[in-house]
């Protein structure tokens, strides 16, 4: 990926956003740190913008001497997108941001000894020590006014979560979610492991979002090692890419059913999920599509006989999935749980740079598969559909309309599949070269950035899913609405924990 | 009401036998490994991801618990001494599960799930049992959405250090006797993402475990033979 990097010194890091976002034209994408003071003698803070306009990524880094305090100033006085980012590094690095107005820990819980940053090099586990913390929730007070804590063992089978409600009755005043129980400490895992290796990490950041995940990472690698990759296995990535998609969204179509208790409805979703699931088996072995990616292409062609299997099956998909929504679309009982429900307002969802589906519903017309093509996405036509309402219908019709896309992309693809070998081998690469590589996940868009360390091993790596800046977007959508509204717009949104946790 | 209703009848049935589908030629499942053929290189040792081979003399072990079915050992082998085979019933029962446990639990078993560090993959597979397709209840097994309410615990992921407490305290909170099962290479193996900061480490090293399910996730059928192992019903369900 060609992107700009501009370097200054951390103090002037509020002055470059400010110039770089002015009139919105570049949006933060993500933002992360880095240890560089075996290369530098610095810690550097990465902030990485994308225009929609421009077509373009620029970064800036900015440099923090080792003997000089560690802080920097805060950016979230001025893009509330780069709050929790900036509690991350706060958290792993010790880095401070300065002015920054909720500094509370994200990623360590309070079980985390204070004083010590497991992503700075000379960290070292066994010799940990200091105190523990406490979480704090702030309060909200007023007569009638109580909190109902949730989680983070669920009652259904889903991922874990803390949520705080403050309630007045049944309508919601505020919700605080704290999430990252599920924080495995993937990216300083993977740290001076092989490129080769650390694929197989990659892949299991998440299970929804397999592909994704290994398809950033591989194509940040071959970008580090300027690799052009055979047409028939960027076909075939798309290929997986968008079976990913449709298996996501059309079990997310039925689960959201499960928000609001309606039977049919799950079960229809749930079978046509199967159905898909069932295919990714019979394609590559796995349900999740696990071991098809690899780095330089795919590991496994399709047959013929696969071909002719992928569009039966998803002939008989498309008949059911109509006939799914049909239900959906004519029932007034349905309809009045839906429309309305948990609004994301457009403004909010710009303020925290909110991405995939949760963007598109809230009338942010963003898709990274059309504003910055990946893979083979140049050779295929699809429309990105964009709705206004912001609400759980919203999110709804537009996976139904997106799935309905993919299919379109499915269709093409297989009508014109190129020849080609499955795998480039890639020359090594060169140690300190940093790259990264963004992908449109069924969530959003999906970003991998990675520094090389010696001998093609990794030096840092740095993941930031579609669910990172949508989780605080939840925390916008649902306050006013009632509580066992809850679980219906959480299941709009669909986050990843998982992705989000690393 | 009247299109719910000529949908669900045009669907009809669709439950099947968990047993009752036939497994993908492409379908990863238990590594097997010919004695004759192979050359002791090692390079399936060197490639593994996750800790699953080793070495005991000349002989070649595969831990399944641990193994994460990505097919790289096989890649590298180039006498094409190991393979994958189709069989994907890999649950390990541990033997201090007594009889009369197993008896209480047969008709009727009631599950809590603990995602206790996972990437969700297995979380997916385990909702899959609900699916009509699976439909868990048929063998008298249902999920409860409190350990207060449960016999049996799945947990699924690697045990994070910020899980630990809440693994701890759901166990607890189950009353006894329960059943706890491994639902993973993370919650079997503990060694998916290697050592991390932020890691505790396998199920039971928090907790003691009954039964442990391989898979990277195991598949619903999979997860299906380990419940009705675990309840002592195969031979019943196999005449």
């Not at chain 1, 880094?61 to 929790?84: C, H, R, V, Y």
């Not at chain 2, 094409?80 to 085979?85: E, V």
Request: net charge negative.
């Amino acid at each position: 990926m060609i992107s700009a990097v501009q370097v200054i010194p951390a103090s002037t890091l509020r002055a470059a956003v400010t110039a770089l976002s002015h009139g919105g034209r570049y949006r933060l994408t993500a933002m992360f740190a880095n240890d560089e003071r075996s290369i530098n003698a610095s810690f550097a803070v990465y902030a990485i913008f994308f225009s929609k306009e421009e077509a373009e990524f620029k970064t800036i880094k900015a440099l923090i001497k080792q003997d000089e305090p560690l802080e920097f100033p805060s950016i979230t006085p001025i893009m509330a997108a780069a709050a929790w980012y900036e509690r991350e590094i706060n958290d792993l690095f010790g880095l401070t941001p300065l002015g920054h107005p909720d500094l509370r820990p994200l990623v360590l819980h309070e079980n985390w000894p204070q004083g010590n940053y497991p992503f700075r090099k000379d960290f070292d586990l066994g010799s940990m020590a200091g105190a523990s913390t406490e979480y704090l929730v702030p309060p909200v007070q007023g007569e009638g006014v109580f909190e109902v804590p949730v989680g983070p063992i669920h009652a259904g089978i889903i991922e874990p979560g803390h949520f705080r409600f403050s309630q007045a009755g049944e309508n919601i005043i505020n919700i605080e979610a704290k999430l990252f129980f599920t924080h495995r400490g993937i990216e300083k895992a993977v740290e001076a492991l092989s490129l080769d290796e650390a694929l197989f990490q990659a892949e299991r950041i998440c299970g929804a979002c397999s592909i994704a995940n290994t398809l950033s990472y591989v194509q940040a690698v071959e970008n580090l090692a300027a690799a052009e990759i055979s047409p028939r296995a960027k076909y075939l990535r798309v290929l997986a890419a968008e079976l990913e998609r449709l298996y996501n969204h059309v079990g997310d179509i039925g689960n959201l059913c499960a928000g609001l208790g309606f039977a049919p409805g799950i079960s229809h979703g749930a079978r046509l999920k199967e159905q898909l699931m069932r295919l990714n088996e019979r394609l590559t072995g796995n349900r999740f599509l696990r071991g098809w990616i690899t780095l330089g292409g795919v590991t496994m062609d399709i047959t013929r006989e696969l071909t002719g299997d992928i569009s039966q099956t998803l002939t008989c998909l498309r008949k059911e999935l109509d006939g799914l929504l049909s239900l959906l679309r004519d029932n007034d009982a349905f309809l009045d749980r839906v429309n309305n429900t948990g609004i994301l307002p457009q403004q909010a969802a710009l303020d925290l740079g909110v991405v995939g589906v949760a963007a598109r519903a809230s009338g942010v017309d963003t898709d990274i598969r059309r504003d910055f093509p990946y893979a083979a996405y140049r050779s295929f036509s699809f429309q990105v559909p964009v709705y206004t309402e912001g609400d759980v219908a919203a999110r709804l019709w537009m996976r139904a309309d997106e799935a309905i896309q993919s299919l379109g992309i499915i269709s093409q693809l297989l009508r014109g599949l190129p020849s080609g070998k499955l795998i480039t081998q890639l020359r090594p690469v060169e140690p300190y070269k940093s790259d990264f590589s963004v992908t449109e996940s069924p969530r959003g868009s999906n970003l991998h950035w990675i520094m090389t360390g010696e001998n093609n091993t990794i030096y840092r790596y740095f993941v930031r899913s579609a669910s990172y800046p949508n989780w605080p977007a939840l925390t916008v959508a649902v306050p006013g609405n009632i509580i066992p509204d809850f679980p219906l717009i959480n299941k709009s949104f669909e986050l990843c924990y998982a992705c989000l946790d690393r | 009401m009247l299109n719910l209703l000529r949908k669900m009848i045009k669907t009809g049935c669709v439950t099947e036998a968990y047993d009752g589908g036939s497994v993908p030629p492409r379908f990863r499942g238990e590594l097997a490994w010919q004695e004759t053929t192979c050359q002791h290189c090692r390079q399936c040792l060197a490639a593994c991801p996750a800790g699953a081979i080793a070495f005991s003399g000349e002989r070649l072990i595969v831990d399944h618990s641990a193994c994460i079915f990505c097919g790289r050992c096989v890649a590298v082998c180039e006498q094409q001494a190991l393979t994958h085979t189709g069989e994907y019933r890999l649950s390990e029962l541990q033997n201090q599960l007594s009889g009369k446990i197993r008896s209480m639990f047969k008709r009727s078993l009631h599950i809590r799930h603990v995602d206790a560090g996972s990437c969700n993959a297995c979380d997916w597979e385990m909702t899959a049992l609900n699916n009509p397709i699976y439909d868990l209840q048929q063998y008298g097994i249902d999920f409860v959405a409190s350990p207060r309410h449960a016999d049996m615990l799945m947990i699924t992921g690697v045990v994070t250090r910020n899980l630990t407490q809440a693994l701890a305290m759901t166990y607890e909170a189950t009353p006894s006797p329960k059943i706890v099962m491994a639902v993973g290479a993370c919650a079997a193996s503990g060694k998916v993402y290697g050592n991390s900061y932020a890691i505790c480490g396998a199920a039971d090293t928090v907790v003691p475990v009954d039964i442990y399910v391989p898979g990277c996730p195991p598949r619903p059928a999979a997860l299906i033979y380990g419940l009705l192992l675990a309840l002592d019903r195969l031979e019943e369900r196999r005449n």
